[in-house]
């Protein structure tokens, strides 16, 4: 089996801040994914990658940036962190288009 | 409008009783996907079905992908099936191809 991490666990930043979620899988998959859950909501698709380097724009991608390092990591960028903003950011992977997802721990993002 | 659509948006029952779960998807989806978050965790994927009768455990399973719908039924539910489900379908295809997620139902499970 593998594992999806997700750091930090939580993330508190300031309005207007730069702020970087890491994700990284060890299934040896070729597409990951990033979505951000609001509470008592649904998932919604930021970005997602099908291999390295790739990037592809989800529904919800103003805002943020990502970027595929290598084949087993996938950073997102929030790159102005709106005040009460606050959701939880889930990275997933899978080995090809929406074959089963597996699905990280979150990030939970406070801003002030 | 929103693509897919989840009801109840909340269900509470005993423990022993079943539930049933809708999802109804506005395109005809190729893949059709069941997953399961208890609070605060992340998700599991249930079922992958994207037509016909699927069984695991308790739960079953059943996409009509022409009636664009799914359902899944928990039998005999426990306290610990407490959580959200959620369906997603497909949108898009090949390596491009990416899940929409509806909006869950919170299913409270009590003694």
């Known amino acids: 089996g593998g594992i999806i991490t997700q750091t930090p666990k939580f993330l508190i930043g300031q309005e207007g801040q730069k702020l970087t979620l890491k994700c990284q899988q060890n299934f040896n998959h070729d597409t990951m994914y990033w979505y951000r859950q609001d509470s008592g909501k649904g998932l919604r698709l930021i970005y997602y990658?099908?291999?390295?380097?790739?990037?592809q724009k989800g529904d919800l991608s103003e805002g943020y940036d990502a970027s595929r390092e290598k084949k087993s990591s996938f950073s997102l960028t929030v790159t102005s962190a709106q005040k009460n903003e606050m959701a939880v950011f889930l990275c997933?992977?899978?080995?090809?288009?929406?074959?089963?997802?597996?699905f990280g721990p979150g990030t939970r993002l406070l801003v002030l | 409008g929103q693509q897919v659509q989840q009801s109840p948006a909340s269900l509470v029952l005993q423990e022993g009783e079943n539930a049933e779960l809708q999802c109804n998807f506005s395109?005809?989806?190729?893949?059709l996907q069941w997953f399961y978050q208890r609070p605060g965790g992340s998700l599991v994927s249930l079922l992958y079905?994207?037509?016909g009768t699927k069984h695991t455990g308790r739960l079953t399973s059943t996409t009509v992908t022409k009636e664009r719908r799914s359902s899944l039924h928990i039998s005999s539910s426990q306290i610990t099936d407490s959580g959200t489900y959620f369906c997603?379908?497909?949108?898009?295809?090949?390596?491009?191809?990416?899940?929409?997620f509806g909006e869950g139902t919170k299913l409270t499970v009590s003694s």
């Open positions: 079905n994207p037509s």
């Open positions: 997933a992977s899978s080995t090809t288009g929406v074959d089963t997802q597996y």
């Open positions: 395109s005809t989806a190729t893949q």
């Open positions: 990658s099908i291999t390295e380097n790739d990037l």
């Open positions: 997603a379908m497909e949108q898009g295809q090949g390596g491009s191809a990416k899940l929409i």
